[in-house]
């Protein structure tokens, strides 16, 4: 029986605990049957707290304790002794901080690593997770050019071409037919971007050359200023109401948008985001670009909740929206499944320091595991195999913007749902 708020997945349960002592992680013939010796395993968290793309960061980080209490809870007197902490980092969605608190996480044991978010952080993290035999898992990571089979580098999100196909789906069923892609020159909105155009370009539609900034970009007036000239050519050739505008960003997407509120042409068409804008405080928290926003539609499909699953994840969702004040999206909940799967690849591993070793213990792990996204079987590159995309647009809600889920996309059917009441 599942208590409420409390997930005991699959493997569990009175063969899990054997396997704890015939993997080797302890001998319980060496201790007392009332005094089991007892082993604890630091996880490391890599999340942006106070950085950019901190919403998920902070739902992110609460995620991670949350599983790792109901472990140890779960495990509190098994014969095996072993328990789990995690150490949490905040990288501010910085590439050379995440690479010092993987260096410290490390230099306190940590083989096991649960983040960073950043496509553009994991690739500066890869070879020194590589070179030093950890695991590293992240929950949000989607750069195609990161999908590498047989790397230490594990993701719990579909890479970017799934999210590409939901995006252009959604995109040619509202009538778009040329798009003006802007993206934030990083490893994953600039992967989101190039799959958005290949995916959009096989439907039949049109993309522009479109704008790229800078990440240290303050100043987003010629950005907006460029696009303007782009949106104009697409109009001038599409028309108004098959011209839209598609954006990969994090929380600058919110100086943006203040640049562009004021501009006619680019509030004439629509808008289409991507995950790293789902539920950002930054955006709803200003209310020019809050406002613009929900002028322009502009719907940020993010990896999605299984329906399935809602047994699993509704608790969960409610923990973490008590704790932070936000609603957690589906890469926060992958952070809870992520956790729970290294635990258990661990253990069945014997404990082992043998990165190859518990590298293939943990992806069998992932291959039966049914947890708060659902299944968590991964690809030959070791991503996420399947998933579902949930869209988030701001919608005005008794005066105030609020995110509000306004579609699911169903990656294997291809279908796009919108949901009633959404408007």
Known sequence: MREKGKFQPLWLGATALALLVLAGVADSSEHPPNQPHEREVLLGGLFSLTGNWATLGR???VAVEIAVDEI????EGNA??????????????????ALDKVRELHSRGAQILIGPQSSAEVAHLKSYVDANDLLLVSHSSTAGNL?????????????????AAANSAMMWEDGIRAVVP???????????????????????????????YEPAVQDFSIVAATGREQV????????EDQVAVYLAAFDEVAQLFVSAATDPVLGAVRWYGSNGVALSDALVGNPTAAEFAARTGYPNPVFGRDEGAREIWGPLVEQIRARTGNEPDGFALAVYDAVWVAARGYTASGATQDIER????????AATHYGAT????????GDRRYGDFDFWAIRMRDGAPRWTRVAVYEGRTGRLNRLENAQ
């Open 232 to 239: 104009e050519l697409a109009i001038s050739e599409h028309g």
């Open 182 to 212: 802007v993206w934030r020159d990083d490893a994953g909105n600039a992967g989101l971007e190039a799959a958005t155009r290949a995916a959009f370009s096989s439907l039949g539609g049109t993309v522009l050359e479109g704008v790229k």
């Open 147 to 163: 999908a590498i089979p047989g790397d230490n580098i594990f993701r719990f999100t579909p890479s970017d071409v799934p999210e």
């Open 374 to 381: 659902g299944w968590a079987v991964l690809n030959e590159a």
């Open 59 to 61: 739902a992110s980080a």
């Open 80 to 97: 095996a002794g072993l328990r789990f902490r995690v150490a949490v980092m905040d990288t501010q969605l910085e590439p050379e901080r």
């Open 358 to 365: 518990l590298k293939h213990a943990f992806t069998t792990a």
């Open 72 to 75: 140890n809870r779960y495990l």
